[in-house]
C-alpha cells in the first residue's frame, strides 16, 4: 500500500504519522506535513565526514554524518535552524540515502551519524538494511535532540550501534518555552533507557586505557583519535544563558541513574543565532565562568566518563554548510 512503508521490524504507517511524541497524526504521503515539516519523502540537507562532534566519534578520518531536514522539536535556539525548519536540502530515494551510507564507508569515515533522523525511522531502517546487504560494516550513530518514542525506536534493535542523545531540559517551563514540549523530560529520559538497553555499555576499538579524569581538556579519558566507540551511549547536554540549576540536575540524574556506563558530553558550544535576538534570556553566549562553574560541579558529583569542551567553541563556524554536499 501506498500509505505504508514495511520492514521486518514494523509497519509504519505514513498516512497517520505517530513516529514521534507529537503524535500528530499527518497524512504525509499526501504531500502534507507533520510537526516535523516534512512529507514521507526522505530530504537531506548534507553528507559528508563531520570533524565536530566526540572524539571517539570523529576521530581521524571524521564521522559520516547524513544531515536530514526538519525536525520534531524545533527549539527555538537550534543551531541548525535552517534545516531543523526544512529550509534546505534535498529530496532523494530510499536507493540514494543507502548509496550514500556505502559512499560514506568508502571515504573510511569511522560511523554513519544519522542526524535528527526521527521522521524518517522507517526509510532509514529501510535503506539501512539494503546498505547492510550490499557491504555497510562500520557503525550505526543515532543523533537526536532525545525526543523520541520507546515503542519507535525499539524498532531500531540490531540496527543502531552508538545512541547520541541530547538531554536538555529537566524543568518543564524551559522545555515549554524553548521548545514546545512540557513534557520533554519525562520523553527523553525514558527514550534514553530504551537506548541504554538497546546498546549497554561503552565498547572502544582499541580498548580505552587510563584514568577517567575531568581535567580541562577536550577529552577527559585518554580516548584519542585511534580511539573509537563501536558500541555504547553518548548523553549531551548544552549549557544554555542562567539555565545553570537545570544543567546541574540533569548530571546528578544521568550519574545517579548510569553511573559509568554512559558517556556525558557537557557542552558550551551555545550561540545566540539571528532568531534569538529578541528574546533577551537567549541572546548571549555562555561565559567560561559559567560553564566552569557546571565542570566542578561534575567533578564534584563523582562524573569521570564525560567530554567537556574547551573555550571557543561557540561559533558559528561550527555550523556547517548545508549546501547537498554529497547528497
Known amino acids: 500500500m501506498a500509505n505504508r512503508i514495511l520492514n521486518s521490524n514494523r509497519d509504519f504507517n505514513m498516512s497517520d504519522c505517530t513516529l514521534c511524541p507529537r503524535e500528530c497524526h499527518a497524512d504525509r504521503t499526501a504531500a502534507k506535513t507533520g510537526y516535523c515539516g516534512q ?6 540537507a548534507r553528507a559528508a565526514l563531520h570533524f565536530w562532534e566526540e572524539p571517539c566519534l570523529s576521530g581521524k578520518n571524521g564521522s559520516g554524518a547524513v544531515f536530514f ?26 536507493e540514494r540515502l543507502a548509496e550514500i551510507f556505502l559512499e560514506l564507508q568508502a571515504k573510511e569515515a569511522h560511523n554513519i551519524n544519522l542526524v535528527t533522523p526521527t521522521h524518517y525511522i522507517p526509510q532509514i531502517i529501510t535503506a539501512l538494511q539494503k546498505a547492510k546487504n550490499a557491504g555497510l560494516t562500520i557503525p550505526i550513530v543515532y ?7 520507546v515503542d519507535t525506536l525499539k524498532s531500531l534493535e540490531g540496527l543502531v550501534d552508538i545512541y547520541l542523545p541530547d538531554l536538555k531540559y529537566h524543568d518543564s517551563a524551559l ?15 525514558a527514550a534514553i533507557e530504551e ?9 572502544f576499538d582499541p ?19 585511534t580511539s573509537l566507540m563501536k558500541k555504547g551511549v553518548i548523553v549531551r547536554h548544552l549549557l544554555l544563558p542562567d539555565c545553570a540549576e537545570d544543567s546541574r540536575y540533569i548530571l546528578r540524574y544521568l550519574y545517579k541513574t548510569y553511573g559509568d556506563s554512559i558517556y556525558i558530553s557537557i557542552m558550551n558550544q551555545y550561540t545566540p543565532l ?9 541572546n548571549r553566549r555562555i561565559t567560561d565562568e559559567e560553564y566552569d562553574a557546571l565542570i566542578d560541579y561534575a567533578i564534584s558529583l563523582g562524573i569521570e566518563n564525560a567530554f567537556i569542551q574547551e573555550g ?9 554548510a548545508f549546501d547537498c554536499e554529497g547528497v
Request: aromatic share 8%; with cysteine.
Open 69 to 94: 531536514s526538519g525536525c520534531n522539536m524545533r527549539c527555538i535556539f537550534c543551531q541548525n535552524y535552517h534545516i531543523a525548519h526544512g529550509q534546505s536540502g534535498k529530496e532523494i530515494t530510499v
Open 143 to 149: 543523533n537526536t535532540s532525545g525526543y523520541e518514542k
Open 195 to 203: 537506548m541504554f538497553r538497546q546498546a549497554g555499555a561503552p565498547v
Open 39 to 44: 512529507s514521507v519523502h526522505l530530504t537531506a
Open 175 to 189: 522545555s515549554r518555552k524553548y521548545s514546545n514540549a512540557p513534557d520533554y523530560f519525562k520523553v527523553a529520559s
Open 207 to 225: 580498548p580505552v586505557v587510563g584514568e577517567n579524569l575531568v581535567d580541562g581538556e577536550v577529552s577527559p579519558r585518554d580516548i584519542s583519535e
Open 274 to 282: 539571528p532568531q534569538v535576538s529578541g528574546i533577551p534570556s537567549l
Open 312 to 320: 571557543g567553541t561557540s561559533s558559528e563556524s561550527f555550523i556547517p
